[in-house]
């Protein structure tokens, strides 16, 4: 799966109800998850999004405050905007280069076992 079904602000991809084992499925399964400042810029979905082990999309990164998303790596999350063959919602295969994407998305995940863990975050 290219991009996850989810998408903020789209209730109609709301379809997993409580079922949170379901909601991160879809992550894990999932190249980028496309996110954006819904309710703030700060919010919990970024943090599950890397945590599956998903790229998040983060749209509109660059007009989000510097002093939000304080806790996360946003040249990473620059990184994978900025990779070729990839636009909100899509993967261009022959464009794609899935190595590039690995080499990213494995840095987010080891920023996100690093860094944004409840245990790494009350250090």
Not at 27 to 45: H, I, N, Q, S, W
Not at 84 to 95: H, I, K, S, T
Request: glycine residues 8%; hydrophobic residues 45%.
């Amino acid at each position: 799966v290219d991009f996850a079904l989810l998408r903020p602000g789209d209730e109609g991809t709301y379809i997993f109800g409580d079922d949170a084992s379901e909601y991160f499925r879809a992550y894990r399964e999932a190249l980028f998850a496309v996110t954006r400042p819904k309710g703030g810029p700060d919010a919990c979905r970024h943090t599950e999004i890397l945590a599956s082990g998903a790229v998040p999309y983060v749209q509109d990164l660059a007009q989000i405050p510097k002093n939000s998303l304080a806790h996360h790596h946003r040249d990473l999350l620059l990184e994978a905007l900025l990779l070729p063959g990839v636009a909100p919602g899509m993967v261009f295969e022959g464009v794609f280069d899935a190595e590039r994407w690995l080499d990213v998305a494995s840095r987010l995940l080891q920023w996100t076992t690093h860094r944004l863990t409840t245990e790494a975050m009350a250090r």
